[in-house]
């Protein structure tokens, strides 16, 4: 019995849990598209937990600044980037973040307030982007393709006939 506490003290010690704001959306699930020159002023200072694809990261002497293209998030606050974007917005942090880790592609979620709202020249296009400070972060891994396994479903993909296991063929 002792060891198998000790294995599970082990096993459980090295597991990592998200933020508590990233896991749970704010009561007011403000999401980045209803945010416009307009009503700003109404949103200012409300909390939110927005997220998606890291376009470009700036840094200077007293902040750090991202600028993604927003997508909705699951229950858990991971970006669900398979479904339509959202429009981009900005991040701000006084921390500095090296852009070789927050590079360009890569998926984040952001917890903070919405503080701002700021125009960005894209290509010849202004654009008025609602800003955010953020207070709590999580940049997920990268997909890598030991992490996936190539099985589709019966008809597609390397595994023809039955699945996974079964008695299908397999086609290299």
Request: charged share 15%.
């Amino acid at each position: 019995m002792k060891n198998l506490l000790c294995l599970l003290v082990v096993l459980f010690s090295g597991c990592s849990s998200l933020p508590p704001a990233i896991q749970s959306a704010p009561a007011d699930d403000i999401q980045p598209q209803q945010i416009t020159r307009s009503n700003i002023e109404q949103y200012r200072g409300s909390a939110v937990r927005w997220g998606g694809k890291i376009i470009k990261v700036n840094n200077d002497d007293s902040q750090s600044v991202i600028q993604l293209l927003a997508y909705p998030l699951a229950s858990y606050g991971n970006v669900r980037s398979n479904k339509d974007n959202q429009g981009r917005f900005l991040a701000i942090t006084n921390q500095f973040l090296d852009p070789e880790v927050y590079e360009q592609g890569r998926f984040v979620t952001f917890a903070g307030t919405i503080s701002s709202q700021q125009t960005v020249l894209i290509d010849k296009k202004s654009l008025e982007l609602p800003v955010i400070s953020i207070t709590e972060m999580h940049l997920w891994p990268e997909k890598s393709l030991d992490q996936s396994h190539y099985y589709l479903d019966h008809h597609r993909g390397r595994y023809v006939g039955y699945g996974y296991y079964g008695t299908g063929s397999y086609y290299p």
